[in-house]
């Protein structure tokens, strides 16, 4: 994507979705949903948040917004055309006003953070108390997800909404080894789920953000929610988390790319860093937020697949990207890192400790751009491929409550090894 | 000066609904009579209406504010007398004002001979015009319609030892339609006032006439037959005269008393009301749409009829659950403001005394289909007292001047039958016939306006409307159209400006003509119309090709 899909400030919202918005007028709700050729799922998407409107907001005014990346499916011609007429089907109850339904094409080719930056611009059009964002890709989207993302920014002054997912033990690894722990450390929020698809926020935090000249950078085009999420907190907003419940992944995906998912998530957050250093890196320990719901729910279901290939991959990985690893790590680490690969695979383990110097390691390396910063987030790939076979062999016999316990302690270390961040990240700037 | 002899004039009818007692006071006794309403006669010439309704008259205990009738074929003393109906029955007729009144048929006083009668022994030839049973579990299940007051549709009645029904009020025993002689009364009863020369009756209570086991006891085909039976001696012996009925039901259970057009002429449309007012709060159109498009064709000779006020409680029996706690959440959070099933307060003082949304619930009132009922006061913003008890708040003396006893009469203030509004934004002294007068600005003076403007064009009561639907869901817009005459309406709904685009391509080449200052708008073209529109403002168009 290049930066001549950008509009530019005065041409974001074009003449036709403007009307719309006319139309509109002043709104209590927004829920947007981004789309990009979801013309088979989006209808039930649309559907859930008009019931959520109808069980749970009956006299606000409300309006679901669809900003589409250039479908040639003709997914916004299905929003759009969907029966708009009085639904009675929730024990009778309909919402007194109208739910509005406006759609708009942002770009000719889907981008996250345009998206967002249309959603943030009508929020702060139609002056919106609450919003929030939902994906057409979760199957299982339903009305009470909606309703938990959107009243604590509306009813309780919540200014950030993080999901809340219920987990097989073994869905949400790269979270909970990596993103959750190292944020938590950081910025001293303990959200667990900054990197989702679905989450709330206040008109004034729309507004806030809208303001921020960084619609450019790449980190916030591909993975602009984290950001949001750190805005909040750098900005000293009110966050919390809201519990959803299970999520299923969507019924046409091939599993999880981890390559892409650690390009997009990892390297979004090391650019966050730089953002925002003037926000973490005085800071110390971490705080609970206000949590509605279960702050988490994990089962023992599941099964970890392909453990020998992702242990060769890591094995292979640390043999072929040496010299790239020598450059980026510390020559402790390294060597380290090294001497682990030649264990055996039975007795293999990537422990907290190194784990965390590791990471912070690399955010330093991308900091200071010692090499190409996408390679600097590459390299990593084969080392998490590492944590995840060890996490495999940790819990094969743990129970749900057995890992929380786990992972707390892997946060403390992270929070623990803070200062050596720190130390070397302010070394070179 | 007689009236013009149109059997449809109920359609182009502009009703003012008043109570005799409330309105002037001509002997200084400190209740209104039909003297005092005669002199005020060409007051009601001048606002522009064309008929008035009026509350019952008649000799009555006044325990339901004259619905509990006990005699019906006479006036109560304190009102005046039959002569001196007659006499303002002319003055009205030379001023063109038809007059409608009230016919009670589904129950009388208990204080009524006939009710007397029938309780004094169970072998007395009155005993079945009214509706009895030994126990007071017949007929269960049917809703009780004063949950405030009454437990039960039963009373117990101790002379003759068994239950009478009745659906209102304990003291409002159920006449027994299914009896012929009180059916064969009840038209003799309406003769009476036919051949003394009134208009038309509104018929109170219309779906309870008839009982039957297994049922609601509401709207069976029975009580449909009753008023087929009325209504064919009435277009028998008195063509020209109508019937309307008070039926507290939705549109499509209304309809019904339309029958093949052989029912009633005219029946309230009483759920849009509530809807009107809720559109308005929340500045969306579609409680309004919604229940007009639920609203059934009528036969070409019935009409809806539509208010926004009457000496009732504001009914909120025709709207969900979800919109009556809206309604009273918006318009009633003193507790002291509701009552039954309804909100027991005048136009201005739910507006907040706002004179833009007064005026707007006026504009469409005056503008949607169906003949439109003004309640007595509310042309100059009069305020309630819902402290008064029942629905007394808002059936307080007529304003007619900042002087003594407002005008009403030269009672001492303690003398009259109910406290004026005295407060220093509704008082006398501040909301006046007199002081609205003088300003040709006031809101006495806007109504006259816009009621003038209505009469002058009988599309808006009898042309078909078609609502335009425009994205701005805030803008309520319709075309009225009858035959070449053709009125766009479009009202802007919510507190703040609003532009709107219209589709109007069926008008291309047409030039709209606001028709309260008679100013030309651009022509209508391809391009959608767009129209600005501030707070709460509306708009009237003449739709002229020339």
Known sequence: ?429 | MALQEDNLWYKDAVIYQLHVRTFCDSDGNGIGDFQGLTNKLDYLQELGINALWLLPFYPSPLRDDGYDIADYTSVNPTYGSVEDFKTFLTAAHNRHIRVIIEMVMNHTSDQHPWFQEARSSRDNPKRDWYVWSETDTRYQGVRIIFLDTEMSNWAWDPISKSYYWHRFFSHQPDLNFDNPAVREAMWDVMKFWLDIGVDGFRLDAVPYLVERDETSCENLPETHAVIRDLRKRLDLAYPGKMLLAEANQWPADVRAYFGDGDEFHMAFHFPLMPRMFMAVKLEDRKPIIEILEQTPQIPDNCQWCIFLRNHDELTLEMVTDVERDYMYDAFANDKAMRINLGIRRRLAPMMENDRRRVELLNGLLLSMPGTPIIYYGDEIGMGDNVYLGDRNGVRTPMQWNGGWNAGFSSADPERLYSPLISNPVYGYQAINVDSQRRSEHSLLSWTKSVIQTRNSFRVFSRGSIEFLNPSNHRVLAYVRQLGEERVLVVNNLSSSAQAVELNLQSYKGHIPIEMFGRNLFPRIGDLPYLLTLAPYQFFWFRLRRI
Request: charged share 20%; glycine share 6%; net charge negative.
């Open chain 1, 1 to 429: 994507m290049g930066a001549d899909l950008y509009l530019a400030e005065d041409t974001l919202l074009g003449d036709d979705f403007l009307r719309q918005l006319m139309s509109v007028g002043e709104v209590d709700l927004l829920v947007a949903i981004p789309s990009y050729n979801n013309a088979s799922t989006i209808k039930q998407t649309v559907q859930a948040v008009e019931e959520s409107y109808q069980q749970n907001f009956i006299r606000e005014r409300v309006v679901i917004l669809n900003v589409d990346g250039g479908s040639t499916d003709h997914t916004t011609d299905v929003v759009s055309t969907m029966d708009g007429r009085r639904n009675v089907g929730y024990r009778g109850l309909t919402s007194l006003r109208t739910v509005h339904r406006v759609t708009t094409q942002y770009a000719k080719s889907p981008s996250p953070g345009m998206a967002l930056r249309t959603v943030l611009a009508t929020a702060d059009l139609l002056r919106a108390r609450s919003c929030a964002i939902v994906s057409p890709t979760t199957t299982n989207l339903d009305a009470s997800w909606i309703a938990n993302l959107l009243r604590p920014a509306y009813r309780q002054n919540f200014e950030f909404v993080a999901p809340l997912y219920a987990r097989s033990r073994y869905q949400g690894l790269l979270a909970r080894n990596l993103l959750y722990p190292m944020s938590r450390a950081l910025f001293g929020r303990r959200i667990r789920e900054m990197y989702s698809e679905e989450w709330g926020f206040s008109g004034r935090l729309a507004t806030q953000c809208l303001s921020q000249n960084v619609w450019n950078d790449e980190a916030i085009r591909v993975r602009p929610e984290a950001w949001m999420a750190l805005t909040a907190i750098c900005s000293d907003f009110k966050c919390c988390q809201s519990f959803l419940g299970p999520r299923l992944p969507p019924a046409a995906a091939g599993g999880i790319d981890i390559v892409e998912a650690i390009r997009q998530t990892v390297s979004s957050l090391f650019r966050y860093l730089e953002i925002y250093q003037d926000h973490w890196l005085d800071r110390t320990g971490s705080q609970e937020v206000p949590t509605f719901g279960p702050d988490h729910e994990l089962s023992a279901d599941g099964k970890p697949s392909n453990q020998e290939k992702i242990f060769g991959m890591f094995r292979n990985g640390v043999a072929e990207l040496d010299p790239i690893l020598a450059s980026i790590l510390t020559p402790d680490t390294h060597a380290q890192i090294k001497e682990i690969a030649t264990l055996d695979p039975s007795s293999f383990r990537f422990g907290f400790e190194l784990w965390v110097k590791t990471l912070y390691e690399f955010a330093t390396s991308y900091h200071h751009a010692v090499i190409n910063r996408d390679h600097v987030v590459q390299a990593l790939v084969p080392l998490y491929r590492g944590r995840m076979y060890s996490f495999f062999l940790e819990h094969a016999d743990s129970s749900p409550e057995e890992i929380e316990a786990d992972s707390e302690i892997l946060c403390l270390e992270f929070e623990r090894q803070k200062p050596y961040l720190v130390e070397r990240w302010k070394a070179k700037s």
